[in-house]
C-alpha cells in the first residue's frame, strides 16, 4: 500500500486517482501527525511525502518514520516546490528519503518510480523469504544430523547391550555345561534366547526405518479377522509377562483390509511400551471396536504418562522424552514405525495421556480397501 501526505486536498485527489487507476491501493494523510498515526497502525511498501507542510513538515515525519521498527525501511519519495534549493535536497535524503520529485508533478515520472520502487520491494521481500526458508533449511538439517547422531550413539549402545549380556550368558552356560547341570544350563539358554530375540527386534526396526527412508517397506494387503489375530496376540503377551493383567475391551466381529502383520505390529509395539512405561501397573486395558466405517484400536496404561508438549512429537523419528531416556531404553523409531504403517493403511494415529496418570495409544484403520469405497 502507497501512503500519500499532503496537506493539500486537490495534490491527494490528483495522485491517488492516477495511482489507483494503475491498480495501486493508496491511502492518504492530511498532516504529518496523521501520517504518523497511520504507520503506527499499517505497514506501507512507499510513502509519497509533501516537503512543506504546516505544523509538522516532510523532513520531521522521515526522521520520525526511520525511528520505527516496522516502518523503517519503507521507501519514501519527497515532493515539493522547491526544486531549486540544494539544500531542501541534500536534507530530504539525510532525513531518510530515497528520491525527490518537483512540483508540479509529472505524472508519468512518478508512476516510474513507483513501479521501480515496488519491484524493488518485490525483490527485497523475495529474497527475504528465501533467507529466511534457507536458514530454516539449515536449522532443520542441523537437527536432523544432531538427531541422527545420537540415534548412532543410542543404537549402538542398544546394540551392544544384548550383545555383551549373550557373551556372559553363553559362558555361564559353558561353566555349566562342564559341571552337568542342565538344569541351570536351561535357565540360562532361555536368558541368552530372550537377548536374541530382543536383539531381532532391534535389527528388525533398524531394517524397517531404512526401507521406509527408502521407500521399499512392503505390505501385503488383503482382508483378515481381527478378533482371533488380537485374542492370539494378547495370549502371548500375556504369557510373556504374568506380572500385568492384560483386559481386553470390545470385540470387531468382522474382517478389515490391511496387511495383518503389521498391523500386528503395531499392537505390540504398543502393548510393549505401555509394560515398559507402567513398571508398577497391575493392568493394561486393550480396546478395539468399530466405529462406522473404521476400526478402532487402542491400548491404555495407568503408568507414567507424559506432558502435553510430548504427545505432539512422541511420533516422530528418533524422539525421545529426555527426562525417561536414561531410565527407560529404546531408540527412539518404534513409534515413528507405527505412525508410517497406520498412514499407509488410511488411518489416524495418536495418545492421549495426563503426566503421572498413564497414556492411552489408538489408532483407526478403515475395513474395506480405498478401491472398493471408490467403487
Given amino acids: 500500500m502507497i501512503l500519500i501526505v499532503d496537506d493539500a486536498p486537490e495534490n491527494i485527489i490528483s495522485l491517488k486517482k492516477v495511482l489507483e487507476k494503475n491498480d495501486f491501493e493508496v491511502d492518504t494523510a492530511s498532516s504529518g501527525e496523521e501520517a504518523l498515526r497511520k504507520i503506527l497502525k499499517k505497514s506501507y511498501v512507499l ?81 527475504n523469504e528465501m533467507q529466511t526458508a534457507l536458514r530454516e533449511e539449515i536449522e532443520f538439517r542441523k537437527e536432523a544430523e544432531r538427531k541422527k547422531d545420537e540415534f548412532i550413539s543410542i543404537a549402538s549402545h542398544e546394540l551392544k547391550t544384548p550383545l555383551t549380556t549373550i557373551n556372559g550368558y553363553i559362558q555361564l552356560l559353558e561353566r555349566s555345561l562342564d559341571k552337568n547341570d542342565l538344569s541351570t544350563a536351561k535357565i540360562r539358554l532361555q536368558k541368552v534366547q530372550n537377548q536374541v530375540e530382543k536383539l531381532s527386534l532391534l535389527v528388525a526396526d533398524l531394517l524397517d526405518i531404512s526401507k521406509i527412508e527408502s521407500g521399499k517397506l512392503k505390505f501385503n494387503m488383503k482382508y483378515f479377522s481381527v478378533d482371533p489375530l488380537l485374542n492370539q496376540l494378547m495370549e502371548e503377551m ?138
Avoid at 534549493?85 to 512540483?103: A, C, R, W
Avoid at 515413528?336 to 503421572?356: A, L
Fill in 47 to 127: 510513502i509519497i511525502l509533501d516537503v512543506q507542510m504546516p505544523g509538522m513538515d516532510g523532513f520531521e515525519v522521515a526522521e520520525a518514520i526511520s525511528g520505527y521498527s516496522r516502518a523503517k525501511e519503507t521507501a519514501i519519495i519527497f515532493l515539493s516546490a522547491a526544486s531549486a534549493n540544494v539544500h531542501l535536497i541534500t536534507k530530504g535524503y539525510s532525513s531518510g528519503g530515497l528520491d525527490y520529485i518537483s512540483k508540479p508533478v509529472d505524472m508519468n515520472i512518478l508512476l516510474l518510480k513507483v513501479k521501480t520502487f515496488y519491484r524493488i520491494y518485490e525483490q527485497s521481500r523475495a529474497l
Fill in 238 to 375: 500375556q504369557q510373556a509377562n504374568p506380572q500385568v493383567k492384560l483386559i481386553r475391551k470390545g470385540t470387531v466381529e468382522t474382517e478389515i483390509y490391511g496387511d495383518e502383520m503389521r498391523i500386528e505390529q503395531v499392537l505390540i509395539n504398543f502393548i510393549t511400551n505401555a509394560i515398559k512405561y507402567s513398571p508398577d501397573s497391575e493392568e493394561l486395558h486393550v480396546t478395539s471396536t468399530k466405529c462406522g466405517n473404521d476400526v478402532y484400536f487402542s491400548v491404555r496404561d495407568f503408568g507414567i504418562g507424559m506432558a502435553e508438549e510430548h504427545q505432539k512429537s512422541i511420533f516422530d523419528k528418533f524422539y525421545r522424552i529426555e527426562e525417561t531416556s536414561e531410565r527407560f531404553q529404546g531408540l527412539g523409531i518404534g513409534l515413528y514405525i507405527c505412525k508410517e504403517i497406520i498412514e499407509r493403511h488410511h488411518g489416524k494415529i495418536g495418545v492421549k495421556s495426563t503426566f503421572g496418570e498413564g497414556s492411552e495409544f489408538y489408532f483407526y484403520i478403515p475395513t474395506s480397501s480405498p478401491e472398493k469405497d471408490q467403487n
